[in-house]
T-cell receptor
Framework: DTGVSQDPRHKITKRGQNVTFRCDPI?????LYWYRQTLGQGPEFLTY????????KSRLLSDRFSAERPKGSFSTLEIQRTEQGDSAMYLC?????????????????FGPGTRLTVL | AQTVTQSQPEMSVQEAETVTLSCTYD???????LFWYKQPPSRQMILVIR??????QNATENRFSVNFQKAAKSFSLKISDSQLGDTAMYFC??????????????FGTGTRLTVIP
């Protein structure tokens, strides 16, 4: 296993179109995260999965965004009716949650990202 | 809410010299984790170093070390013997402990470091 992979690496679309991104985490990692990184900013949390369950969504995730992880392995992030403000790098990360409750630490490994440009 | 502030948008350092990147954060949590991530140009983000808030000893990883000041909520990164491969964006990040939820990371805005030959 060579790490977290994302597809496509680049996507250019016209405003109003739907786009879907895919993330393949490291095998056996039970947690999967999506972040969005706009130009000049650090990544911002969008949502995360524990296995196939989507457990938390940030307020950044509007109704036009939907994420799935149907079998607890790969995940997809879909943006409907894209807007120019959606232009960003979408990062996926995975981790293996383990350890004592309260002191749990699970390193997140990041993929290369999908750069979305909405024209 | 957690906030992470990096007040140095850009820095440069001569090869083989030492540079320190600053980071401050705000939280009401007592237990948490702090990280420095490196994002090289057009490459994926990798973890450089982490610090557990309950540990008083500053973390060290080879040429990378941190100065963790819990009371001041300060977490700086020192890179010794800078190498050309250290050229990258560096992000300071914060993570709450597991029992409070997602373990998602809160990032600062980054510092672009350039190592000059």
């Amino acid at each position: 296993d060579t790490g977290v992979s994302q597809d496509p690496r680049h996507k250019i679309t016209k405003r109003g179109q739907n786009v879907t991104f895919r993330c393949d985490p490291i095998s056996e990692h039970n947690r999967l995260y999506w972040y969005r990184q706009t130009l000049g900013q650090g990544p911002e949390f969008l949502t995360y999965f524990q296995n196939e369950a989507q457990l938390e969504k940030s307020r950044l995730l509007s109704d036009r965004f939907s994420a799935e992880r149907p079998k607890g392995s790969f995940s997809t992030l879909e943006i409907q009716r894209t807007e120019q403000g959606d232009s960003a790098m979408y990062l996926c990360a995975s981790s293996l949650a383990q350890g004592l409750a309260g002191l749990e630490y699970n390193e997140q490994f990041f993929g290369p990202g999908t750069r979305l440009t909405v024209l | 809410a957690q906030t992470v502030t990096q007040s140095q948008p850009e820095m440069s350092v001569q090869e083989a010299e030492t540079v320190t990147l600053s980071c401050t954060y705000d939280t009401s949590e007592n237990n948490y984790y702090l990280f420095w991530y490196k994002q090289p140009p057009s490459r994926q983000m990798i973890l450089v170093i982490r610090q557990e808030a309950y540990k008083q000893q500053n973390a060290t990883e080879n040429r990378f070390s941190v100065n963790f000041q819990k009371a001041a909520k300060s977490f700086s990164l020192k890179i010794s013997d800078s190498q050309l491969g250290d050229t990258a964006m560096y992000f300071c990040a914060f993570m709450k402990p597991a029992e409070t939820g997602a373990n998602n990371l809160f990032f600062g805005t980054g510092t672009r470091l350039t190592v000059i030959p």
